[in-house]
């Protein structure tokens, strides 16, 4: 189970897990409440999300949270970065915030951070962390991809993460990171 009502996320983990002949059902599919993620680090949300999910599935759950970190804004949004989206997930409107909070800062130089947490429903989590690092450029550029992909051009590369194929994306992302992490762990 994959323990996001996020489409976006729920792709692309399923598309990390497609090589592992798994089958995947998410909770937003099977209709579960999402939990309040009080935490205060993206791998606190990722245990609170993926032990809610296994608890009232019953089936092993796999969350994620993730954001945006921005040097010049002390690590914001961070943890806070879907929020800045507002109740309506609006992503242009909290890309077009972050560029009014970052427009007089020279460092531009930010990561993505993803937790992703395993949870059985006995209680069980493992976590995983990952990074990817670039900088916000604006304006937004690409249509692939969800969140602030528009707005972040990993190191070494020109392109935003919504410009770039989504294998190739789906090669060097913070999520793929620490998915390369929970697959060592897990299925090697």
Known sequence: MIASHNAGKVREIGDLLRPFGTNVISAGALNLPEPVEDAN?????????????????????????????????????GIYSARWAGPDKDFNHAMQ????SIKDFEDRNANFTCALSLAWPDGHVQ???GKV????SFPPRGDLGF?????????GYQTTFAEMDPDAKHAISHRAN????LVDACFR
């Open 147 to 155: 969140g602030y992909d528009p707005v972040f051009v990993p190191e």
């Open 133 to 136: 690092f670039g900088i916000v």
């Open 178 to 181: 620490a998915f390369k992490l």
């Open 41 to 77: 680090t993206f791998a606190g949300n990722a245990e609170l999300k993926a032990l809610a999910a296994a608890t009232a599935s019953g089936r092993p759950a796999l969350a994620d949270d993730s954001g945006l970190e921005v040097n010049s804004l002390n690590g914001g949004p």
């Open 127 to 129: 976590t995983y962390l």
């Open 97 to 100: 915030l972050l560029w009014e």
